[in-house]
């Protein structure tokens, strides 16, 4: 192949963007035992929500079971439930989430 060819070949490959990695929605679910303001904290070191939306995520766990905290890739999404799994942990409550 001819050096002009390859080089508008590559020029090309160079042109092609990156995909956005895939997301997962981090769901966080009810249980009888977890605090709401532990929730809120949770919600708020972890997950960067506004003190404000922590409480609307609180609310919908405790009405519906279960609300979903946001959508990150895969990585991300297991890092923030491991830190919060954690945190939990550390203060003796079962709080639990999925990523989907």
Do not use: W
């Amino acid at each position: 192949m001819p050096q002009t060819e390859m080089q508008k070949e590559s020029r090309s490959d160079l042109k092609t963007s990156p995909k956005e990695p895939k997301k997962y929605d981090v769901i966080i679910l009810n249980d009888d035992f977890t605090t709401f303001e532990f929730v809120i904290e949770v919600m708020m070191t972890v997950f960067g929500k506004t003190r404000r939306q922590a409480e609307e995520i609180a609310e919908t766990t405790h009405v519906c079971q279960k609300a979903t905290v946001g959508r990150y890739s895969l990585d991300i999404a297991r890092s923030k439930v491991a830190k919060a799994t954690r945190m939990a942990r550390e203060e003796g409550f079962p709080l639990r989430f999925e990523i989907q």
